[in-house]
């Protein structure tokens, strides 16, 4: 009997979290100290696809197992643009999806991030001469950053935040 309520009250032990890989973890502290200096808070990301293979996609959804668990850095995704702050663009524009994505950016408030994830997304990729799609994201919306590859792993999108954070709170310190 001792034992049992013994080990409700006192603390657990468990087993120390040994990350494989070093410079996810890294970058991932970097990165939930950049958005608390930029924003104070979590950052909230939509992601929107614009006519993809769903690479990209599997990248992103890769961050939210529990392998990456990427909101424990601050970084959360949401269902609604209304919600974001930063619009994650996958895959080529295709001709169908162009008034979507511009509904998309104009729903999203300011200050309205873009980023550009894969290389479909970046310059239309290998559909960029198709009668169906106009380019990459660039061609109908502005886009803040483009993080390149085919499709770039859950280190490169991270690193790619990262970026965009420092160069946020680089424009804040000109301003000021």
Known sequence: MFKAIANIIRPKITEDIVSKEEKFERTGKELKKEIAAVFGRSLFI??????SDNAAEIELVNLTTPYYDVERFGVSFVASPRHADVIIITGAITLNMST??????????SPKLVVAVGDDACTGGVFKDSYAVLGGADKIIPVDLKIPGNPPTPHAILQGLLTLMKSIKEKKKKRS
Do not use: C, F, I, N
């Open 100 to 109: 979507a994505v511009r509904k998309v950016y104009e729903a999203t408030p």
């Open 46 to 51: 939509r992601e929107l696809d614009s006519g």
